[in-house]
């Protein structure tokens, strides 16, 4: 069995006209999305987010997973924001609040070149104490020690912040990252752009236009960024897909997104609890292929595995994903928030969760050129979806 979802979509199947849409490269509107997300044919949605996936690649890559030799740093989670579902941050009254000087970056930085990461992802809480000109010494010194890691950093949020606390513009803080080191950005910060979801869950959060504004800026600039979403925090189908249709709109303008992740919130140390949907395994899957159907101009859409859990981020690669992320050296943000994930994936292990799949495991850098391609073979799925998915929600 490939590791295709095989699933007909007939002619008087309630998805047929959308399934049409797709099956011919056609761009989805935001009511055909909606249907998606309404419609309980959990194998119909995933199955169009596949053969979307598989449009997209180059001819021969169809199969291709990637992910990254790669590294968290999170140099500070002291923040002035209160952001209600986020538990990494502001944890000051708990005595956790810590700060590092560019020496304690610098030690962290060479732990993980020392195991060969190829990435640093760096993104923090917005700290008075960490300004430009400490991040541009920052940049500068892990630069000048390992000048082969690319440095993917700072979320719109955290620019925002850096410009307003030095009183220039988003562009000179973004040109000035970018002279000392600044490879690409992280998508982090979107979380839902829904003004009344911003009010309810991060009232003074950089709003949708100045996040949009700062990633066509950091195009403008020449380098990529990544977009995000994060669910389970009260939003409704509609907002999500709305979400979505801002990010395209943005990328038909500026074209520099590389990669869509969809993301879920975890509550401990919230409490937002009974507030929200947690949002179901199934939930997380339709967000993977709708995402992947409706951002037609994103090449690629990734399975978090930290957020989403190996089991179910290997489902969802059968559902449009392309990316497992990376191995993943000390991630801080998702587990100070509960998940349980383990902390970091070797590379024979990604390997091993990629091919088992039924996918091809390749290696690439943080702009998705192709570093090396995995000897192993996808192998045969002897599962249906259906036993995969049941085997899912029995674990
Ligand atoms: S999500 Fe980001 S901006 Fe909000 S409180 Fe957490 S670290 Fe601060």
Redesign the pocket.
Known sequence: MSAVIEKEISANHPLADVAQKVYNGQRISRDDAIKLYQSDDLAAVGALGEYARRLKAEPGQENYVYYIHNMHLNPTNF?V???RF?S???PDERGKAYTWGVDRVLEEAGKGAALGIKEIHMVG??NPACDLAYYEEVLQQIKSQFPHIHIKAFTA?EIEYLANLDGISYEEVLQRLIDCGLGSMPGGGAEIFDDAVRERM?VK?TPAPVYLDIHGIAHKLGIKTNATMLTGISETVENKVDHMLLLRGQQDISGGFQCFIPLKCYYDGTNIQNEVTEPTSADLLKDVAISRILLDNFPHIKAYWIQLGVQLAQLALSFGADDLDGTILEEKITHAAGAKTPLQLAEEKMEQLIASSGYKPVVRDTVYNIRQISPLEPAALNQSFAERLAALSHS
């Open positions: 923040c924001e209160t952001c986020c990494y941050a502001n809480g917005l949020v991060a959060k």
